[in-house]
């Protein structure tokens, strides 16, 4: 199964970064793509805390993996360690078989010149969830968690 990989250096300390994977305010604002918003139906920043997030489209002509505009997702910590490390294990509630399927997101935090590394790898895509696409979209949440998190 395909896995999507991005990096992106971060002007802040690793410990506001873990904050804002592990708060779910936090998670609202920035982890979703340009052209959607997120809604943070549940989320147990522990592990084997369970969250569940719904994507919506801005735009009406845009269908969703779940519902007509919404992608909903739902799943549950893996490993967490603090300022270093998260892992979900996620799946999409869906019945259509071609984007079903559980899915792995790791996403590591490694100081970088006063900054924090992050590296956040997806894997599992199912076949409907194309990896350039899954890229661009985390490339997009990756922006605004650089504008929620980056000082000076």
Known sequence: MPTTRV????HA???????ALTDPEAIATW???AGMTAEVHEFDARVGGVFRISL???????????????????GHFA??????RVVEVLEFETDDPV???????????RDNDGGTEL???HD????????????LGWTEALDRLARLVDHG
């Open 7 to 10: 990096h992106r250096t971060l």
């Open 56 to 74: 919506t489209y801005d735009s009406p002509d845009r269908a969703g993996k779940s519902s007509a505009h919404t992608d909903t997702y739902h």
């Open 119 to 121: 590296t956040a790898e």
């Open 124 to 135: 599992g895509l199912p076949p409907g969830v194309a990896p350039d696409d899954n890229e």
């Open 13 to 19: 300390p690793r410990w506001r970064v873990f904050g």
């Open 31 to 33: 982890r979703v793509p």
């Open 99 to 109: 984007v079903r399927g559980e899915m792995r997101l790791s996403i590591t935090l």
């Open 79 to 84: 490993e967490i360690v603090p300022d270093e």
